[in-house]
Every structure is written in structure tokens, then in C-alpha cells.
């Protein structure tokens, strides 16, 4: 296999250059970098398989073996990358059109993202568009949260998401009548008055319930009826003629509107209105009339392809084509709408922003650049398997954008006076690390970073007194120091708050932009107050 092959090349070269012992953690390092796509776990267990193979053998053998890979050329590089997402044979013949349709009832997440981000990338590659269809069918039980359309646009844009025109599917609440009453008249749908559970056992011997056979005029009527709201709710069903016989009982008959007697919609265009449509029916019709020619979505939307087909039958159109995969996962991250929103309302999470969810405006506030969730999404491609982003991914890939990006300051979570004694140039009071004392005696020599070498006269509880004995580099233990520090406030991952002293020169820095403070690890200016900034911490 390649990645065991690779694992015993690199530690062979990591031998070779360590008098003869490889490491694990560097041969992981190496395969990490070959093989993204496996997880640390995997990865760890070949390396240590590897390092041990190569630990074994005699020092002449590992610099034959050495030799032989560096006359092949040693250096090991990726596999050259293949295309993430499959071709579209189809693209010649027809304009790809794709469509990103989420319900607004709660925060855009990395979970949903999955399908915006490869609807955007295909219709992008075939020279097509992509819409936006907010699915706000739902008046009590899912609905739309404030503001959601400005929401879902600031992220998608964030991401990289083009998008041609938005829809709202409650504002097409007539048209949606329109071929309900076609499908009543067609003989492809009827209206169903008989108790859920009497047509549920029915449905559930393939056998029609009473309401079925009746004729299209008395269907007809009953649908008026709805709409009139003489039919209240719980009364009456509009459901779609399938096959009763066919294997899946959720296929037969599937509802496709239903009576609501007080919508609570804050959409004043529905306002009135007591007839809601299935998702499945309204997600139907949109495809068709807004000329959706691709969909991609999750795969428990399968089954609704097979239940929507019948209706496009009746209508004799072609159904559009279609790509479905899995859920995907990160490990101690919130990825559930219903979770996070109902988090939110009980006061677990600050927010949408929130860094222990999964939020599109979590990852954003954190520092994470939109083209890393891009990438780790597309990598994933459209297979049907559910499938696990890895923490590590992220972070190395994220790591790479911003590094560049950082200004390298000192960090000081308890500070304390270190006094120097005969200083130069007026360096006599510095602030310093009280925890990094803790592991020094008195008498002991220390060099403060990039400054000049002290010696420890005195420890106390919030004082450190030493002596100036040079300037020259010496191999003592490094401390690190400011003259005047900046009071900061930092958001860690777990939502919790660290607070500390950092380099002065943080003051320069503008929201937004990013610092990589020693010890701690990266993090982005969120707020800059009077006396303090506050910081999100990113990752190590």
C-alpha cells in the first residue's frame, strides 16, 4: 500500500539523519501532509509500525536503504490531486442551473454549507448559476428566524458563493395551488378527509383508502374547501397518487398539502393563507418552473427523489439530475440546527457566533479562512458515505493562509515585575511570565529574549529581582519579556476567557487581523476597547 511504503521511506530518512533511531511524530508529520484523507489514528499506527521496522535494523542497512531512495530522488510529494467532483457529461446539452435550499429556521453550518459550496462550484466550473430557494414552508413549527435572508447571504458571500437570484417558497404559495388543483384535475391527486391512523393502516396493506377513487370534482371541491379554511386542521389532506404497492410505505400517497389554522408566518404576503405545502411538493414545482437542472443535497433526500418523481410524471417533465451524499461530522463541534437553535434560546451559547458550534460565523469569528471550510468541503466531494472533517485538516490548512498573516508577540498570562539590576539603556523593569519563574531558583541564570542574561537574586510572590551579567548568547533557559504590556482578553475554543498582558505592539494591530501570541497559538483581533483588546483565540 502507498501510505506504508511512504511511512518506511521516511523513517528510513529521518533514521538515516537521527544516528540511526526515527521518530514517529515527524514520519506522522510526512504522512499527514501525503495523505489528508486519513485520519491521525490510521495514520499514527502505520508510523509506529514503520518506525519500529526501521529501528530494528542495523545502521549499515538503513544507509543502504537511505541511498537508494535518495538516487530515486527521495523528496516524497502528494499524489497528484484528482478532480474532487465528477464530471457532468450531460453539461454540453444543457445549462447547469443548481439550487441551495435551506429552511431559515436556524444557523447556516458547516453540516448544510456541504451542499452550497458544491452547488456554487459546479455551476461555476459549467459556466452556469445557482439559486437560493429559502424552503419556508413551515408557519409553526420551523419558522424562519430574523433577519435570515441578510444571515444566509453575508455567509454564503463569505464563502465564496455566487448567487443569481433568491426565491422565497412562501411567496409562491398561489402557484403552488395552481398545480394542485392541475394535479386534482389530472387524477393525480386527491383529498384525503380520513382519520390518519384509519389511512395509515390502509396505506400500510397497499390497499386505497375510501377518499382515493372518488372523482376529481368532488377532489375539486374538498381542495376549496382548504383553502376556505371550512376544512380546519387535522381535517383534510392533499396527497399524491404513487404506487401503493411500491416497498417503501413512506412513497405511497405522500402528503402534499395540508390545512394550518393559524399560521404564524412573518411573511405578510402568506398572510391569509391556510393552505402550507409539503416540502417535497413545493421543492417539486420550484425545480421545474425556476429551471433547476442540478441538485445536490444530502442523502436522506433520496427517498424524496423517488417520491417527487411521480409528481413530475403527471406533469410528463424531466426530472433534473441529481447528486447526494452523506452527513459529515467534527469531532466536539455542534452540527444540528435543531441543537444549536434550541442552545441558543436557552442560553448554553453566546450566539450563532458561538466557538463551540459549527456555524458558518463561528469559524468566521474564530479566524478561519472561508477557502479552508471551501477546500475541506470539496475534498469531500459528493460520496454518499458520511464521512469525518479532521480537526488537523482545518488547523494545517488555516495555519498556512494566516501565518504569514500574524505579527509574533509576546504572551504573558500572569504577569509579575521582574527588576534588573545595573540594566542597559534604562531596561531595569520588565514584565514577565510569574509561571515560567515558577520553575526557576534563585542563583539561576536566564536569558531574556533577544535582550541580555540575568541572574536571579530574588523570587517573590509578585516581584522578580536579578542582575545584569551580559549580553551575549548563552544556552540558559529563554524568558520572555515586554517593557510596557497591553491588557487583552481572549475567547478560547471552549468558549471560556483567558486574560493576560501582551506586547504593547498589539495596539497596532486592526480588528480582523491576526496575531500569533507565544505559548498560546493564533488568534484574531475581534474588539478593540479603551485599556484592553479583546481576541478570539483560532488554533495553535
Known amino acids: 500500500m502507498p501510505v506504508e511504503e511512504d511511512a518506511y521511506k521516511y523513517a528510513i530518512k529521518n533514521a538515516a539523519l537521527h544516528s540511526g533511531k526515527a521518530g514517529v511524530g515527524p514520519v506522522i508529520g510526512k504522512l499527514k501532509a501525503l495523505h489528508p484523507k486519513l485520519n491521525i489514528p490510521k495514520l499514527t499506527q502505520i508510523a509506529v509500525v514503520a518506525v519500529q521496522k ?39 446539452r444543457e445549462k447547469v442551473v ?8 436556524g444557523p447556516f453550518h458547516l453540516g448544510n454549507a456541504r451542499a452550497a459550496i458544491i452547488s456554487d462550484e459546479f455551476a461555476k466550473k459549467h459556466r452556469g448559476k445557482m439559486l437560493l430557494r429559502f424552503d419556508d414552508t413551515d408557519p409553526k413549527v420551523k419558522k424562519p428566524i430574523e433577519n435570515a435572508e441578510a444571515l444566509f447571504k453575508e455567509d454564503l458571500q463569505w464563502l465564496g458563493c455566487k448567487i443569481e437570484e433568491t426565491y422565497f417558497a412562501s411567496d409562491r404559495l398561489e402557484l403552488y395551488y395552481k398545480y394542485m388543483k392541475e394535479a ?8 384525503c378527509t380520513c382519520p390518519v391512523e384509519e389511512w395509515r393502516e390502509k396505506t400500510k396493506a397497499k390497499k386505497p383508502c375510501e377518499c382515493r377513487n372518488l372523482g376529481r370534482r368532488e377532489h375539486a371541491k374538498r381542495f376549496e374547501k382548504m383553502l376556505k379554511n371550512e376544512f380546519k386542521e387535522g381535517q383534510a389532506v392533499l396527497r399524491i397518487k404513487t404506487d401503493l404497492e411500491h416497498k417503501d410505505p413512506s412513497v405511497r400517497d405522500w402528503w402534499a398539502a395540508k390545512v394550518v389554522d393559524k399560521p404564524e408566518h412573518p411573511n405578510q404576503k402568506a398572510k391569509g393563507k391556510h393552505v402550507w405545502p409539503s416540502y417535497n411538493f413545493a421543492s417539486a414545482i420550484d425545480d421545474h418552473a425556476l429551471g433547476v437542472s442540478l441538485i445536490v443535497r444530502g ?58 458550534l459549527g456555524t458558518i460565523r463561528a469559524f468566521r469569528r474564530r479566524g478561519f479562512k472561508a477557502a479552508v471550510l471551501r477546500q475541506a468541503i470539496l475534498d469531500l466531494g459528493v460520496n454518499t458515505n458520511d464521512a469525518g472533517i ?55 541564570v536566564v536569558r531574556l529574549r533577544q535582550l541580555f542574561n540575568v541572574k536571579i537574586n530574588k523570587i517573590d510572590p509578585l516581584q522578580v529581582f536579578a542582575e545584569f551579567i551580559g549580553e551575549g548568547k548563552i544556552n540558559k533557559p529563554i524568558v520572555n519579556w515586554f517593557k510596557q504590556g497591553k491588557d487583552i482578553e481572549i475567547v478560547m475554543d471552549d468558549a471560556g476567557k483567558v486574560l493576560g498582558l501582551a506586547d504593547e505592539r498589539i495596539e497596532e494591530r486592526k480588528e480582523g487581523q491576526y496575531v500569533q501570541l507565544d505559548g498560546l497559538g493564533f488568534c484574531i483581533v475581534d474588539e478593540k476597547q479603551e485599556g484592553k483588546v479583546l481576541l478570539r483565540f483560532a488554533h495553535k
Open 54 to 92: 526501521v529501528n530494528s535494523m542495523e545502521k549499515a542497512g538503513i544507509e543502504k536503504e537511505f541511498a537508494k531512495f535518495e538516487k530515486q530522488g527521495y523528496e516524497l510529494k502528494p499524489k497528484e490531486k484528482t478532480e474532487a467532483l465528477p464530471p457532468l457529461e450531460w453539461a454540453a
Open 98 to 105: 443548481t439550487r441551495y435550499a435551506p429552511n431559515p429556521n
Open 184 to 191: 386534482i384535475r389530472r387524477e393525480a391527486a386527491y383529498v
Open 299 to 356: 442523502q436522506e433526500h433520496e427517498q424524496n427523489k423517488t417520491k417527487q418523481e411521480f409528481l413530475y410524471k403527471c406533469f410528463k417533465w424531466k426530472y433534473p439530475h441529481c447528486f447526494h451524499f452523506g452527513r459529515i461530522s467534527l469531532q466536539g463541534i455542534v452540527l444540528s440546527t435543531s441543537r444549536i437553535k434550541e442552545g441558543i434560546e436557552k442560553g448554553l451559547y453566546t450566539g450563532w457566533d458561538d466557538p463551540r
Open 390 to 444: 479532521q480537526w488537523a485538516k482545518l488547523i494545517d490548512l488555516n495555519k498556512k493562509l494566516i501565518e504569514p498573516l500574524s505579527e509574533r508577540l509576546s504572551f504573558i498570562a500572569e504577569p509579575m515585575v521582574l527588576e534588573v539590576h545595573m540594566a542597559p539603556n534604562g531596561m531595569n523593569k520588565l514584565v514577565v511570565d510569574k509561571k515560567q519563574f515558577e520553575n526557576f531558583k534563585e542563583g539561576e
